[in-house]
């Protein structure tokens, strides 16, 4: 939360008139959160526990599961400077957007790869095995991910630009 | 250590950024000695203004008369020359062969670094053997000879052999093709009886040579580092290589984004400016995150390989492919965005796909870097 509480009215937060400033303030918190779930370290590469999850590997799938690893990877490191930054008050205000976009649609592969690993078993909808049917429900909840908090086209408006600073409406 | 530059580092950033575009500029430097058809593929003159900036030992250590900065330093004079397509021989001589040479004897450091660090040398390094990069197996031999040893074999895509004073070999002095140990790391003089240059000119008009060694005799001193212990360094080499290369990427891709998206605000179609398009504003935001994280993972790996942690090998491979493909992306859509103009010569976007596409191949490309990935990863 802003450190700034007006002391007139205990229940403003922010300045008179300079609310927007908080909502997007507040607005990246969201989008920093749900993206986060696309983030999270060295943890965020799958491939590995695919592999010992599903005994093998198809050549292809094992291909995409490392493409998949680089880009999680990355963006772990991109997650990192994005706080870094952050906390030096050096990032551009509008990179929580490009945040968002970037790990909802990595969470959302991730859960695709996951759901192709896990073959048959993953379909399974309520079995002990499953939790519950965790893998089949987790990968439905990821697709809410890209629209949750803006969707990827609204984070991908504002990046082109708040950023990029390209012309039109 | 946080991911952005510190208060040196963004002085050095400054200093490079403002060099590469006045001295190394694509008139300047890329585009005249591409047509004159030179055979060294860039300028002297140019190499000596890196040495007197202090590039040219940037990484070589204090004691031996270089700035004793890491590969994060290295990195940002690469992505400088990277976004100007500086041609240079910056990568192979002060990044890849100065990391070999600082794992070489007293002897061989002051036979070469001074002639580095003053502008005057250029060195290659010759590691691949066949169209793709498999360091994993090297077939040249070194056989034991006399005092010396006796070079026999061939390199591919030895960037700058032609033009090099001293070329940095990595070839097997026991074992077969395939074993990890057995290689030995040779500093080989360019007057080598014996060895011979086929030289070639390839997209981006920067020179390599198929290299031959036909019986090169080389002193014991040629040796750097242990015999049979060259593999330790090489890796080092390699990864020193690989992140320069990735900094460098992330250069040609900033260079060609911002081009594009420049283009993007001037170029006007059907009444409007291209720009307003949402078609074309949803790939060019794209473009910019693949960027900016292409960057960001480049800078994390070099500080990793700097402060000499475990996972320096895997964030290297992870850098590598990252900026290969963010790359590849930028220059992409970059002569894509620009239209009929992007395939013409007038044009420098064509010019930035060339260097990329080059670039990608060197130590490693998106496919070798991500199976790598894999294979660190336990899969």
Known sequence: MPKSYGEDCPGQVGEVNRGWDVAKYLLGHEREMISGAGGGGLTSAIGAAMLRHAGELDPTLRADLAMFDVDALAYAAMGEKFLDEMKAGKGHPAQPNMMKYVGTELNKRRHELMMSAGGSRSLEWDSEDTGGGKPSRNWLRTKANSIEGGTSEVMLNVVSKRILDLPGA | ?379
């Not at chain 2, 575009?21 to 203004?49: M, N, P, T, V, Y």
């Not at chain 2, 056989?143 to 990595?170: R, Y």
């Not at chain 2, 990890?180 to 014996?194: E, M, Q």
């Not at chain 2, 040796?223 to 320069?244: C, F, M, S, T, Y």
Request: glycine fraction near 12%; charged fraction near 25%; hydrophobic fraction near 40%.
């Open chain 2, 1 to 379: 250590m946080p991911l952005y530059h510190d208060e040196d580092q963004a002085m050095l950033a400054d200093t490079a950024a403002q060099f590469m575009s006045e001295e190394g500029a694509i008139a300047k430097q890329l585009r005249h000695w591409r047509d004159r058809d030179c055979k060294d593929g860039f300028g002297h003159a140019l190499w000596k203004q890196f040495a007197e900036m202090g590039f040219t030992g940037i990484i070589v250590d204090e004691d031996d008369g270089g700035m004793g900065m890491g590969n994060v330093e290295a990195g940002i004079v690469l992505e400088q020359i990277g976004r100007n397509l500086t041609p240079s021989p910056f990568l192979t001589s002060s990044v890849l062969a100065a990391t070999a040479l600082k794992h070489g004897s007293a002897d061989l450091k002051g036979r070469y670094l001074p002639g580095l660090i003053e502008g005057d040398s250029v060195f290659a390094v010759a590691i691949d053997e066949g169209a793709k990069h498999r360091p994993e197996r090297i077939a040249t031999k070194a056989e034991k000879s006399g005092n010396g040893f006796k070079l026999t074999g061939q390199k591919d895509f030895v960037i700058h052999g032609a033009s090099a004073d001293m070329l940095v070999v990595a070839a097997r002095t026991s074992g077969s093709d395939n074993d990890a140990d057995g290689i030995t790391l040779f500093a080989v003089p360019k007057d080598a009886a014996n060895m011979s240059h086929d030289a070639v000119r390839l997209v981006d008009s920067s020179m390599a040579t198929h290299t031959k060694f036909d019986g090169v005799e080389l002193d014991g001193d040629a040796v750097i580092g242990e015999v049979d212990g060259g593999r330790e360094i090489l890796n080092k080499v390699l990864n020193a290589g690989r992140i320069g290369a990735a900094a460098e990427g992330c250069g040609v891709a900033g260079g060609a984004m911002d081009m594009t998206i420049d283009y993007l605000k001037q170029r006007k179609q059907f009444g409007k400016l291209i720009g307003e398009f949402q078609a074309l504003q949803h790939r060019a935001a794209h473009l910019y995150s693949e960027v900016e994280i292409a960057r960001a993972v480049t800078i994390k790996a070099g500080q990793l390989l700097d402060g000499d942690s475990e996972q320096a090998d895997l964030m290297v491979s992870v850098a590598k492919a990252k900026v290969a493909k963010a790359a590849g992306l930028a220059v992409k859509e970059g002569v894509q965005m620009h239209g009929g103009i992007g395939m013409t010569d007038e044009y420098d976007i064509g010019l930035y796909m060339k260097r990329d596409r080059a670039l990608q191949e060197f130590l490693g490309d998106a496919y070798y870097h991500a199976e790598r990935v894999a294979q660190l990863s336990g899969y």
